[in-house]
Structures are given as C-alpha cells and as structure tokens.
C-alpha cells in the first residue's frame, strides 16, 4: 500500500499555496503520494514538474475535478532525480 500524505491548502494564502505545494511534493520520498486539495485546476504543478524534472519522475492523477474543488495524487516515481 503506498503512502498518501494529504494537503489542503485552500485555506493558505494564494500568493503562498506554490512554494507550499512544491515543498510538500520536494519531501516526498520514492513512491509517496501527496494528495492535494486546491479550489482551482492544480495544472500549473503538472506543467512545473513536467518542465522541471519530466514526464517519467512523476504520477499526476486527478480524483475530483472542479468546479469548487480539485483533488488530485501526484507520486513521486523511484525514477525521479533527488537533489
């Protein structure tokens, strides 16, 4: 069973809701899930991660998609490069 580590930023601040997801998905280890829940389309982390470490490092796939929220399971893959 992997393990799914859940964050809710809709109550954060939207100025601060990147840095925070980036920081969430940056502490995962191989294998984790982060379980995200937004009140907007998270595609923009998609774009980042795809652009930033490509398309094999990660797993993006939404549970819940709009219109008041999103949920969506990004894993980080054994494959992805730590820095």
Not at 13 to 23: H, L, S
């Given at each position: 069973?992997?393990?799914?580590?859940?964050?809710?930023?809709?109550?954060?601040?939207?100025?601060?809701?990147?840095?925070?997801?980036?920081?969430?998905?940056?502490?995962?280890?191989?294998?984790?899930?982060?379980e995200l829940t937004v009140d907007?389309?998270?595609?923009?982390?998609?774009?980042?991660?795809?652009?930033?470490?490509?398309?094999?490092?990660?797993?993006?796939?939404?549970?819940?998609?709009?219109?008041?929220?999103?949920?969506?399971h990004v894993t980080k893959r054994?494959?992805?490069?730590?820095?």
């Amino acid at each position: 069973m992997k393990e799914i580590v859940p964050l809710d930023v809709r109550p954060v601040e939207p100025k601060d809701r990147f840095e925070r997801i980036m920081g969430a998905y940056e502490r995962l280890g191989a294998d984790q899930t982060l379980e995200l829940t937004v009140d907007h389309d998270p595609k923009c982390m998609y774009y980042t991660l795809r652009a930033t470490r490509g398309d094999d490092a990660f797993g993006f796939e939404y549970l819940e998609d709009g219109p008041e929220r999103w949920r969506v399971h990004v894993t980080k893959r054994s494959t992805s490069v730590e820095e």
